[in-house]
């Protein structure tokens, strides 16, 4: 399996409660974004990282909103008491492009319903 | 507010047609023009991009056309088929001062072709 995989891929949480989103690139990527997509639109970026250092996070809605990538690799997005409003399905994207310019390869995503 | 705008929001095509879908974009330092197909439940896949160096690519059945000067682009899916009903998103990335790979959403076409 070369692609990007997510975990889990389906989250149902309490409001209130706290969760983890886990994004494995592909082996090798610099450049790691991850995107939210509400339902019937277009998705939206969140944040950027190149290697370990998070390079722009003016996407992130609220400072509940958390990621990290702290080896450079597998990222984890955290979203701290959550709300209804943050129900969408979270996309993870890499790319080889030290920039994140030119082709990013999206995984499945992970479904986050909020109850 | 919305830097790319896609329509229409929904399209019908019979099998074997020709699928149109537009874009149209404001910022003029955008210099990457990628075009996703997303099945339900799955992220979205590159499909094919375009730079604005070139006015028009081809691949296989798909083409991107592009107008710098109108700051539009749009996807024509020739001889359309019943495994190509999908969500179509056009995007951009690109500009000073931001993250140059952060790509910039429409909203989104979902097409439907009939046998």
């Known amino acids: 399996g070369a692609g990007v995989s997510q975990s889990p891929r389906y989250k149902v949480a309490k409001r209130g409660q706290d969760v983890a989103l886990r994004c494995d690139p592909i082996?090798?990527?610099?450049?790691l974004f991850w995107y939210q997509q509400a339902l019937g639109q277009g998705p939206e970026f969140l944040t950027y990282?190149?290697?370990?250092?998070?390079?722009?996070k003016s996407g992130l809605p609220s400072d509940r909103f958390f990621a990290e990538r702290p080896e450079g690799s597998v990222s984890t997005l955290k979203i701290q008491r959550t709300q209804q409003e943050d129900s969408a399905v979270y996309l993870c994207?890499?790319?080889?492009?030290?920039?994140?310019?030119?082709?990013?390869?999206f995984g499945p995503g992970t479904r986050l319903t909020v109850t | 507010q919305q830097q790319v705008k896609q329509s229409p929001q929904s399209l019908i095509v019979q099998k074997g047609g020709i699928s149109i879908i537009n874009c149209a974009y404001e910022?003029?330092?955008?210099?990457?023009f990628p075009w996703y197909q997303q099945f339900p439940g799955k992220g979205p896949a590159l499909l094919i991009a375009?730079?604005?160096?070139?006015s028009e690519k081809k691949e296989g059945r798909f083409t991107i056309s592009f107008n710098k000067s109108a700051k539009q682009f749009s996807l024509h899916i020739m001889d359309s088929q019943p495994g190509d009903s999908a969500t179509y998103f056009c995007?951009?990335?690109?500009?000073?001062?931001?993250?140059?790979?952060?790509?910039?959403f429409g909203r989104g076409t979902q097409l439907t072709v009939w046998p």
């Open positions: 994207a890499s790319s080889l492009a030290t920039s994140g310019r030119g082709e990013q390869y």
């Open positions: 082996s090798g990527h610099v450049s």
């Open positions: 910022n003029t330092a955008f210099d990457y």
């Open positions: 990282f190149q290697n370990e250092a998070q390079l722009d």
């Open positions: 995007a951009a990335s690109g500009g000073r001062g931001s993250t140059l790979g952060r790509l910039y």
């Open positions: 375009i730079r604005p160096d070139v």
